[in-house]
Structures are given as C-alpha cells and as structure tokens.
C-alpha cells in the first residue's frame, strides 16, 4: 500500500471504507504540487483537496483569523454538505495535494453504497452541515434487508412478501425481485411483471430515472422492482449500489429476494444487506450455510434462520433463529390480501421477526486489547448486573475473548471464574505451544483445543446480543468483520498474532487478530445500520503483569511490545455518540483488585447511558 493509500485510510472521511474502497479512491485521485507562497482561490476549487505533505493557512472567519492546515486536512468540496470554504488558501512550504473532482466522487459514492452511508454518517458527527439531497439519503435511517434460501421452493419469495407487507406499515418500503425463475413477487401480489433491469439502465445521469419508471406499486406503502426475474442472461451485480443508492433517497426498507442460481449477484446482495433472512425447509438445512456466511459476510451482517412450518411440520421449539408458522393464503382475497389481513390484524410472530429491522439497534465498540484486555473484566461483570444494552458488541484481539467469555458465560460469578482462569500465568504459558521456527514459533493447537471446551458448537449469529469480531485475513491482508462462525473459531483466531503463532483456519482461508496494525473501530460500523454507538477504552498506566520466570521470556518481552504499539485514537473517540474511559489505579493489582477497581472505574459508563 502506497503513501497516498494509507493517508486515505487514516483521515476521518474515509476512514471506514475498506481496501478495495481505498484502492479505487486511490485510482480517481491526481496528485499536485503546489510551491510555496503560491495562493489558491477557493471560489474557483470545485474539488476535494486533501493534503499529503507540507502546509497550508486558511482564512478562517476574517482576514485576522488564520487556520494552518497540516498533512491529513483537507479543503474545498465536501460532498453532501453546506459548507463552502471561501476566501484564499497559500502554501507555507512546498506541498502535495491529493484532489478528487466533484463528480468522480459523486460516481465512487454511487459505485459503494456503504461508503456513501458510512461518509454521510461521519461527516455529520464532524459537525458538517448536511445538504437537502444528503439529508435525504441520511436523514431517516434505511435498512436493508436480504431474504434468501439455498432451497427451492422453501417459501423465500411468500416470506420476503410477507416481510414487505410488514415493513410497509413502518415506512415506504420496495422489493427487489433478484431471483431469475420460480414464483414471482409480482405474481404474489398481482402486479404486471416488468422487463428486468439492465446495467445500463442503472448507469450515468439517467440512473434515477430509469429506476422510478420500473417501479411497480403493489399496496399503500409498498413497491416492486424486477431486477433479474425472466432475464436471458446474467445480471450485471455492480447494478445492485447504484439501484440502492437511488431507491434509499425514497425508501426506508429495501428487500432484496435472493436466489442461490447466480452467486456472484447473490454476494454482492449480502455485501449491501444489514439483515438477512436464510428460509429453511428443516433444522439441519443451517449448518450446509456456515461456510457460505463465514467466509462471505465482513459488514457485520445480521443473520437470522428461519424455519418454514410448511415443509418440517410443527416447531415446538427452535434456538437461534424463527419459526415460519405453516398460513392459510389464497382464497378470494389472494395471496397478497391473506397476507394484509394477517398483517393488519396483528401476528405476534412475524411482528417479533421484524423488531430487528423496524428497532433502532445500539452498539458498543470496545478498544481493542492484548493482556490489558483484561482491566475490561470490571465493565463486563457490570454489564451482567445491568442487563444487555446493546444490540451489537464489537472489538477484537484479547478484548474479543474477553467478551466471549461474558457471551458464553452464565452469570457474573461463572464469568469471573473463567476470566481468572483464562488469564492466570499458568495457563497463558501452558497455551505457547513452541515449534522450530520457521513460518512461526508458536503452534495453535493449544489455543483452539482451550477455545473448543470453552465455547463447543456455538455460533455468533445464535446469541441475541450479537458479538462481532474484526480478524485479518492472512494471504490477502484483508480486514474481516465476522458476525457469523463458530465463536471457538473467532476466540483462537482472536489469540493468534501474526507471525508469531500459527494462525487459524475458517473454511479454507487463515485468520490471526490483526494485533496491534488492525484495532475495532466506531468507524466500522458507520456502515451498519446501527443508530448509536457507545465507545469504551482502558486508561491505565501499569500494564497487566506477566512475572518473569512464570511466563516464557520471550513472550512476555513480546506482549509488552504489543501493548505500547496502540495509538492515543484507539482511547478517545470524538466520532461515538458516547464515549468512556476506564481509568486503572497505577498500582500493582492482583486478579481480585482487578475485578473491583475495574467494576469501580466503569460504573460512571452505565449510569452515563442510563441518565
């Protein structure tokens, strides 16, 4: 990755986008020079203008109120706000420029519609003032749904049906018709079958135009658009960013009915989704989609299984997913009229189905940690005697296992033995598992078997807080947001630092933490469809102690490299609706003290979001 590259990923505007994101930016983008006392008049810049080395001042207010601007600002357009830099712009050394024209910003926005919603999001809590065309994509929150089955005729298209007609009653809501054959959504509804839509179509200033006219009213509130049913030929996925970009300016909920015949279309539908549903025709159906959602889902997808009644028979009881309880549709009202009487008179069950969705969700982002992790012990255990106020926990390295273990714990006193159990010195040691070494020195086996008795069969995607973990994808050096898998899976993987330890593999491809170049960001979830998130950091000046001669030398020389190579950002987040610090006593501490100045120093956090 170049220089131009990494600045782009640091600055706060693209902060959240991901290294395909950063790449095309990257590829839009000239580089100027600029010498030093020359002027620039901001009234003719018509283009985004970050800078890249050297210095600049700005009129600020007035001539006698100057603002210096230093490598990682920038100035001129901001799309999708008011704000206009005005007056005159000079550099103070020799300068390089990074500029991005207007308009090939507008086409990259159009091109990743969750780089456009993570953009608007952090631009607002920049304190940007939003212009009318972004508040109408920012200013009611949208969600995106996907309902999918790797069954045919499992009922995906009733239920994305039934799911609209749901929605509806909430807020304007439009299904995308993505599958190629079977039973038509507009069949359902009685709706005259348009010709799909085309890449073309949905390219260029008449973009929103030829959408609007493809749209097909099928209740009060609720409108189809056929993407690929009936087509020849393979739809073009690129279509799907620019379809949402300009339906999200009219619709709160955009379903997506998603088939299993055309799985390049079918992943970049996931890749857009916030919810998908996967409809199954038996319990045993969820585990042949494990490896599907575990190595495709990196946005923090929300997964829900759900068992059609239909083709299994009655469901007395089903964990981890819904029950699509066997209906009575047809008759003299239709299909779609059975499906508006069920609505309107009230299903407890599908109302239950569609809290996730109509909900505004809430999520914690917690610092990413080695065995400093471990003075975050206190704010779990409080977050037992407080109840769940989250929706959503997202973090990684040791502060992921530490909240595996709150996930997979009980109660606070099972939590507590488990988390003194886990980071005593005897068995952090007794996990080094050495080898020659050669790729690494350190093997995995000791972490996963620890992981497999801690956690068995369980998936993230079961727990109704959701833990979300961000690993790094080995080979490719990719960042990966993981919703989905076996939380044995993600709590080794979330141990293993590269190169030192042998990493994990999840269906075929290799995972270590990321640790310490690759930390949990508010950021990341500027993406989702999370409404408010809240920050918590660790401030402490001692370091979790490992005592020599208990702990391999090299290794405890090794994490306390780890521990100093974080950034004063992972502490303090400005983006974060709510941000906390839990300040540690600089002291010596032993596992109990750790508990309770911990469970101390993290109280004011939950009175803070209670008042």
């Known amino acids: ?253 955009i379903i997506m009915d998603v088939s299993d015949v055309d799985d390049v279309l079918r992943d970049r539908a996931f890749a857009l989704s916030d919810v998908i549903f996967s409809i199954l025709k038996n319990k045993k159906t969820p585990s042949r989609l494990y490896d599907l959602f575990d190595g495709r889902l990196d946005e923090a997808q929300r997964v829900y299984y759900v068992l059609n009644e239909y083709h299994c028979g009655p469901v007395s009881d089903y964990t981890g997913g819904y029950v699509l309880e066997k209906m009575d549709l047809g008759g003299e009202a239709g299909v779609s009229g059975s499906i508006r009487k069920m609505i309107d008179a009230g299903n407890e069950r599908i109302e239950r189905m569609m809290a996730p969705v109509t909900t505004a969700r809430k999520g914690l982002v917690v610092e990413s940690l080695y065995f400093d992790a471990v003075f975050l012990s206190g704010f779990f255990s409080n977050l037992f005697r407080n109840g769940a106020r989250f929706d959503v926990i997202y973090t990684s390295s040791l502060s992921f296992i530490m909240l595996a273990l709150y996930q997979n714990s009980a109660n606070e006193a099972e939590f507590k033995k488990a988390v003194s159990s886990f980071f005593s010195e005897d068995k952090i040691n007794r996990l080094l598992d050495i080898t020659f070494p050669d790729d690494y020195v350190f093997k995995n086996s000791l972490i996963e078997k620890t992981a497999r008795d801690l956690c068995g069969e369980t998936r993230l995607e079961m727990f109704s807080l959701s833990p979300v973990a961000l690993l790094n994808r080995e080979g490719e050096d990719k960042r990966q947001i993981m919703s989905t898998g076996y939380l044995r899976d993600i709590f080794s993987a979330s141990f293993l630092v590269y190169p030192v330890f042998e990493s994990m593999s999840i269906y075929g491809r290799n995972y270590s933490s990321g640790f310490p170049g690759q930390r949990a960001a508010v950021q990341d979830l500027f993406r989702t469809d999370i409404s408010e998130i809240s920050h918590v950091a660790v401030q402490n000046n001692r370091s979790f102690s490992l005592k020599k001669g208990r702990v391999l030398p090299f290794y405890t020389k090794y994490v306390s490299f780890l521990e100093n190579a974080g950034s004063e950002d992972d502490k303090i987040n400005m983006l974060a609706d709510s941000s906390y610090m839990i300040e540690v006593p600089d002291k010596a501490l032993d596992m109990n003290d750790i508990f309770s100045e911990t469970e101390k120093a993290s109280a004011g956090f939950f009175e803070k979001i209670s008042g």
Do not use: W
């Not at 007056?87 to 420029?97: E, F, I, M, N």
């Not at 993570?118 to 920012?138: A, E, H, N, P, W």
């Not at 999918?148 to 994305?160: C, P």
């Open 1 to 253: 990755m170049d220089i131009y590259s990494k600045l782009l990923q640091r600055i706060p505007l693209f902060r959240h986008c991901t290294e395909d994101e950063i790449s095309h930016l990257r590829s839009i983008g000239r580089t100027t020079r600029v010498a030093r006392g020359r002027n620039i008049d901001l009234k003719g810049v018509n283009s985004l203008n970050i800078i890249v080395n050297g210095m600049f001042e700005i009129e600020a207010l007035g001539r006698n109120d100057i603002l210096y601007l230093a490598p990682g600002s920038f100035f001129g357009v901001i799309p999708f706000t008011n704000n206009i830099h005005r007056g005159r712009v000079k550099a103070l050394a020799d300068s390089t420029l990074l500029c991005f024209e207007k308009e090939d910003i507008l086409r990259f926005f159009l091109i990743y519609y969750k780089a456009l919603r993570g953009y608007l999001r952090t631009v607002q809590k920049m304190g940007f003032d939003i212009s009318d065309i972004g508040d109408r994509y920012f200013g009611q929150e949208r969600k995106v749904v996907t309902v999918y089955s790797r069954s045919r005729q499992a009922g995906k298209s009733l239920f994305a049906a039934i799911a609209g007609t749901a929605l509806s009653k909430k807020g304007r809501t439009v299904i995308l018709d993505l599958s190629y054959g079977g039973e038509s959504l507009f069949t359902l509804f009685d709706v005259k079958i348009t010709s799909p839509l085309s890449h073309k179509q949905v390219d260029g200033s008449s973009a929103e135009e030829q959408v609007i006219n493809r749209i097909e009213r099928a209740g009060e509130n609720l409108d189809l658009v056929n993407v690929a049913f009936g087509s020849k030929v393979r739809v073009e996925p690129d279509i799907l960013s620019p379809l949402l970009f300009v339906l999200s300016k009219e619709y709160r909920y």
